[in-house]
């Protein structure tokens, strides 16, 4: 779903016409299409669409929204995925071995017909946008694997594998939705984003991948050691991996950070950790993780009203910086035209204040001399008075004057 006008939708547009003729070349069954959802925005709202471009891959009722890297290749791998089982089986060890070397995360199920099985068919239902769901027999397995009991749910990563145990990992949708990246990775933006639905904390070593000095690559080390040597301690609460440069971490903890460094982040809340000292091995590492656990390490950042204050003045501030950087015209003209107009609105509030004020004073003069004028009354109010004098007398003295006058009669 597009808009025309979304640029965005036109820098993905050309990605999107390779997705459709290398889907119908491998005889795909998807079928690759596009709708303008502004001239169509009932079908559009229909489905949801908030934002452009969105992916959408409609499977029977279900629409599955895509939200991986916008690459031809990412886009393939999710459509086939979505689009082929459920669950695929593993009939062999050959087959086994085969699909364990193409992806580095594989969920698998061990067992038969059981309330476990058909609580995975569930996850992977709701999951399968993200990652494959594989069943097996227990005889198609490594040999390395040891199982307690069956049935199972298992992940093969990093070398080794995790059975999921109800009663310390919870439910079993969490646990999928946890264990589906590797224990370390790179960061980026867009995988931050992503591991803010584990609920981990993830520890970054920012650095610059093009600086091959002892520094960088000893920090990188480091937090790849803890995350291979440490894993069964920390699994459940971290994930481990670096940055490349420090421009994203900036912008999110509204900070400048010297690189290279080490910082844990708590994404559900934007708390942030930094190391109280200088981290020279994996057991100063281990220790400032454990004082973050224990409660002992200072969080800073965090959600609150102050901080929320504090992210629009950061924003607005690289907003209008970012503008003038990149067209100093431009941002002449689409912040200059505005305070001009308001300066000018101000001036006219002014002036219209001022000679209100003197129109208002001049009327309470005439107001003033008004009232005088009617205090003392005009000449015929006067004479009209005199006269009413002349008409207030007694009813005898009118009968008396009635006799005078008819006697001159």
């Known amino acids: 779903f597009y808009a025309p006008?979304?640029?965005?939708?036109?820098?993905?547009?050309?990605?999107?016409?390779?997705?459709?003729?290398?889907?119908?070349?491998?005889?795909?069954?998807?079928?690759?299409?596009?709708?303008?959802?502004?001239?169509?925005?009932?079908i559009a709202s229909e489905f949801g669409v908030r934002?452009?471009?969105?992916?959408?891959?409609?499977?029977?009722?279900?629409?599955?929204?895509?939200?991986?890297?916008?690459?031809?290749?990412?886009?393939?791998?999710?459509?086939?995925?979505?689009?082929?089982?459920?669950?695929?089986?593993?009939?062999s060890q050959h087959m086994f071995e085969h699909v364990q070397k193409r992806h580095r995360v594989l969920f698998v199920y061990v067992g038969g017909e059981s309330p476990l099985k058909e609580k995975y068919i569930e996850v992977a239902s709701e999951l399968i946008v993200y990652t494959y769901f594989f069943s097996a027999s227990e005889d198609v397995l490594p040999a390395y694997v040891t199982l307690l009991e069956l049935p199972a749910v298992m992940v093969f990563k990093d070398g080794t594998y995790f059975v999921y145990d109800e009663y310390e990992d919870g439910d079993l949708s969490s646990w999928i939705n946890r264990e589906r990246f590797q224990g370390y990775l790179h960061v980026d933006g867009?995988?931050?984003?992503e591991l803010g639905d584990t609920g981990k904390l993830v520890a970054?070593?920012?650095?610059?991948?093009?600086?091959?000095?002892?520094?960088?690559?000893?920090?990188k080390s480091i937090i790849q050691e803890v995350a291979r040597d440490y894993r069964d301690h920390f699994h459940r609460d971290f994930q481990f991996g670096h940055m490349d440069g420090n421009d994203y971490i900036n912008s999110l903890l509204m900070d400048d950070l010297t690189i290279p460094t080490i910082v844990v982040l708590n994404t559900s809340n934007q708390q942030?950790?930094?190391?109280?000292?200088?981290?020279?091995?994996?057991?100063?590492?281990?220790?400032?993780?454990?004082n973050i656990l224990d409660g002992t390490a200072e969080?800073?950042?965090?959600?609150?009203?102050?901080?929320?204050?504090?992210r629009i003045i950061y924003d607005a501030k690289s907003t209008i910086v970012s503008v003038f950087k990149s067209s100093p015209l431009l941002g002449c003209f689409l912040f200059g035209l505005p305070l001009g107009v308001i300066s000018i609105m101000c001036y006219g509030i002014c002036t219209a204040d001022t000679e209100g004020e003197v129109f208002e004073?001049?009327?309470?003069?005439?107001?003033?001399?008004?009232?005088?004028?009617?205090?003392?009354?005009?000449?015929?109010?006067?004479e009209e008075e005199k006269n009413g004098k002349y008409t207030e007398l007694s009813d005898g003295e009118l009968k008396q004057k009635d006799i005078v006058e008819k006697k001159k009669d």
Not at 204 to 219: C, F, P, W
Not at 272 to 290: A, G, K, W
């Open 272 to 290: 942030y950790f930094l190391p109280d000292r200088h981290i020279e091995s994996t057991e100063d590492m281990v220790q400032f993780i454990n």
């Open 204 to 219: 970054i070593a920012v650095i610059d991948d093009k600086n091959s000095s002892v520094e960088h690559t000893r920090l």
């Open 190 to 193: 867009f995988t931050l984003y």
């Open 299 to 310: 969080a800073q950042g965090g959600d609150g009203l102050l901080q929320r204050i504090k």
């Open 361 to 382: 004073h001049e009327g309470a003069k005439k107001e003033s001399g008004d009232r005088e004028l009617t205090d003392e009354g005009s000449e015929e109010e006067q």
């Open 5 to 42: 006008w979304c640029g965005h939708c036109k820098k993905l547009e050309p990605v999107w016409n390779e997705v459709g003729i290398e889907m119908r070349n491998m005889g795909s069954p998807v079928k690759v299409g596009k709708m303008d959802a502004t001239s169509f925005s009932s």
């Open 51 to 91: 934002g452009y471009p969105t992916i959408k891959l409609l499977k029977g009722d279900l629409a599955y929204n895509y939200r991986g890297p916008r690459t031809k290749d990412d886009i393939i791998e999710f459509a086939n995925r979505v689009a082929g089982p459920l669950i695929r089986p593993l009939p």
